[in-house]
């Protein structure tokens, strides 16, 4: 039974490993785009970090990915940037891959 528990404990260990590396990824694909979308908003500096730290708690607040599309989406048509949903989401799906390369995870 010892080499069934001890490799149980080994693929609990991966798997919270993994959902650690997820998370962190999350985070830092969520700032990047959050930087991304502060320099078009033409927000530089102190700004910037505040716009990228707002859109990571859009993330935890608004359920997720929509909830991070929808908020920048939003902000963007109030400063009359003129780019949607569609492309938004597509810079997403650029910074998911920086980010796991930033992480060692890619």
Do not use: C, H, P
């Not at 694909?29 to 908003?41: D, I, Y």
């Not at 990228?52 to 607040?61: H, P």
């Not at 997403?92 to 992480?103: N, V, Y």
């Amino acid at each position: 039974m010892s080499m069934f528990d001890d490799r149980e404990k080994g693929y609990e260990r991966k798997f919270q490993q993994d959902q650690e590396l997820a998370f962190k990824v999350k985070a830092r694909r969520n700032r990047l785009l959050g930087l991304w979308a502060a320099q078009k908003l033409g927000l530089f500096g102190d700004a910037a970090e505040a716009y990228a730290r707002a859109v990571i708690n859009a993330e935890l607040q608004a359920g997720g990915d929509a909830g991070v599309v929808a908020k920048i989406a939003e902000d963007f048509v109030a400063k009359g940037v003129a780019f949607d949903a569609v492309r938004i989401r597509l810079e997403l799906d650029r910074f998911t891959g920086e980010a796991r390369k930033q992480l060692g995870a890619a």
